[in-house]
């Protein structure tokens, strides 16, 4: 869809997670994301996907007290 020059995207369909409730979805992509970005930077094209997803399917409150932690180095997810 586009709308005054903007493309609005959501993260693809994934059969590992087929429910309405996309909590799982959200942090898996945000900690794949983060694994990605560690090993090959923020800016890899690889990682570029799990940013995407993450972005489209978390609330910013979560993803920022997420960011947060990582930064305290008290995030308890595998990042």
Request: hydrophobic share 25%; with cysteine.
């Amino acid at each position: 869809v586009r709308s005054m020059g903007f493309k609005i995207e959501t993260a693809d369909h994934d059969d590992l997670f087929p429910t309405q409730n996309q909590t799982k979805h959200c942090y898996t992509r945000y900690c794949q994301y983060w694994r990605c970005a560690n090993k090959m930077g923020e800016d890899a094209p690889e990682c570029k996907k799990f940013f995407k997803a993450f972005h489209s399917l978390c609330p910013t409150d979560w993803t920022q007290k997420w960011d947060e932690q990582r930064e305290n180095g008290s995030f308890a997810g595998p990042v």
